[in-house]
């Protein structure tokens, strides 16, 4: 679907569906709004998300950190409370986390230039990962950015920071693994909206220079997990 083909009530985008089917039905249907094109505005600031679940509960906190690129500095955090009201579904994770993802974002003073998830973008079953949902509904630059590997067969890259292999599905290129650090372990990086692959590994190295994972990630999942330790019962 066309910039100029795509329906201007994003809304809808992010409601939650009645069921597993309907859920990968708007997936196969929303796939088609996914844009793979680099914007003309530069990325001057950059958000990481990411959810953080409470131990054998329903409970999870969503936390947003904005960034500056230039020196990494954090410009502004927020941290939102809630519960899924959509199952664990291999594949459907959107469902479960966009909601309060989205409520993190509203709470923002600072509108990001590109936003990075933990999780997958284009390398998705349907082409439609967190990452893409995300970017559809906002109509901005995504990235996803995932610690573990995907459902299709993919190549160790090199041991050296900046090395990296194709994740090729119907030899189409829909992402590639990518060595942050010299040693670790890579992370799997796709396109979510408005970008490109070759943009989006340069991000993600460029926003990790000391750790495994890009900072705007880090600075989330630090952030969320701090939350949840401070409202958990004494032992």
């Known amino acids: 679907m066309s910039d100029s083909e ?112 933990d999780g997958y973008g284009l390398t998705h079953p349907r082409r439609f990962g967190l990452a893409c949902h995300l970017g559809v509904v906002l109509d901005a630059p995504a990235i996803g950015v995932a610690k573990n590997p995907p459902h299709l067969p993919v190549e160790a ?20 693994a990518l060595r942050t650090q010299d040693g670790v372990k890579p992370v799997y990086v796709s396109v979510g909206h408005r970008t490109t692959l070759g943009t989006a590994r340069d991000l993600v190295l460029e926003l990790a220079p000391r750790y495994r994972l890009p900072e705007p990630i880090r600075a989330a999942d630090q952030l969320g997990r701090k939350r949840l330790a401070d409202r958990a019962p004494a032992g």
């Open 6 to 117: 795509a329906p201007a009530n994003r809304a809808a985008y992010a409601r939650l569906p009645r069921d597993e089917a309907e859920a990968v039905a708007m997936q196969t249907e929303l796939a088609g709004c996914v844009v793979v094109a680099d914007g003309d505005r530069p990325i001057d600031t950059v958000a990481g998300l990411d959810i953080a679940y409470g131990k054998d509960s329903d409970a999870a906190v969503a936390t947003a950190v904005v960034l500056r690129r230039s020196d990494l500095a954090v410009l502004d955090q927020t941290v939102v409370r809630g519960t899924s009201d959509f199952p664990y579904v291999p594949g459907l994770l959107a469902f479960r986390e966009l909601p309060l993802l989205l409520k993190a974002i509203e709470a923002l003073t600072v509108t990001p230039d590109l936003y990075v998830c």
């Open 157 to 176: 890259p090199g041991a050296k920071r900046g090395d990296w292999t194709a994740i090729e599905a119907r030899e189409e290129t829909v992402g590639c």
